[in-house]
């Protein structure tokens, strides 16, 4: 084959599309945000917007809160937000959870999201 091998997938240096359909809300607190989870991938990596979804793939299994924790920290980390501001709302056991954004605005994480590249 010319060119070495074929990647598959995006290339790492995509910026994220699909951003402004993440479903984000304002509370008192901060802001929801609407997560989609991938426990057990090879690395700790946001992977970008599924639906109304930012899903997000850990390498951390999904037992006892391991990949909740291993999200919020992503999550944390991608928004710089202290890892105390990001804790889990809904969904402990599902796939799809909710995570609150403890003094994030919903314009302030649509916009670091916009920005961010992904893969």
């Known amino acids: 084959m010319e060119g070495g091998p074929r990647r598959r997938g995006k290339p790492p240096t995509d910026f994220m599309i699909g951003a402004e359909r993440i479903n984000i809300r304002p509370i008192a607190q901060g802001a929801i945000i609407a997560v989609k989870v991938v426990p057990g991938s090879s690395r ?4 970008g917007a599924l639906g109304e979804c930012l899903k997000i793939a850990v390498a951390a299994p999904p037992e006892r809160g391991r990949a909740n924790s291993a999200v919020a920290a992503v999550l944390a980390d991608a928004l710089n937000l202290p ?9 402990q056991t599902a796939p799809r959870k909710e995570f609150l954004l403890a003094g994030a605005t919903v314009e302030s994480i649509r916009q670091a999201l916009g ?3 992904i893969g």
């Not at 700790?44 to 992977?47: F, P, S, V």
């Not at 890892?83 to 969904?91: D, Q, S, Y």
């Open 44 to 47: 700790d990596r946001i992977a």
């Open 83 to 91: 890892r105390r501001n990001v804790t889990l709302f809904a969904g």
């Open 115 to 117: 920005g961010m590249k």
